[in-house]
């Protein structure tokens, strides 16, 4: 929504000030965010090599058997 109506009206009608959402916006990555980034392109591939049909169990066995460890 931000080309439609821009940075201030949204944070306006959020109650943000549009410093905070610049500060956010320029912090770099958290390590979870960077974990979750390298997880979802490793379940992506694992989930396309195997036709898109593999459920949580599967998936998880899959992933750890490759040497990811998961939760």
Request: glycine share 6%; with cysteine.
């Amino acid at each position: 929504h931000r080309g439609a109506f821009g940075v201030e009206p949204i944070c306006q009608v959020l109650q943000v000030a549009t410093s905070t959402y610049y500060a956010a916006k320029s912090r770099p990555p958290s390590a979870r965010a960077v974990r979750d980034a390298q997880l979802m392109a490793e379940i992506t591939t694992v989930w396309n090599e195997n036709f898109e049909v593999y459920g949580v169990r599967k998936m998880w066995k899959e992933l750890n058997r490759r040497g990811t460890r998961v939760a």
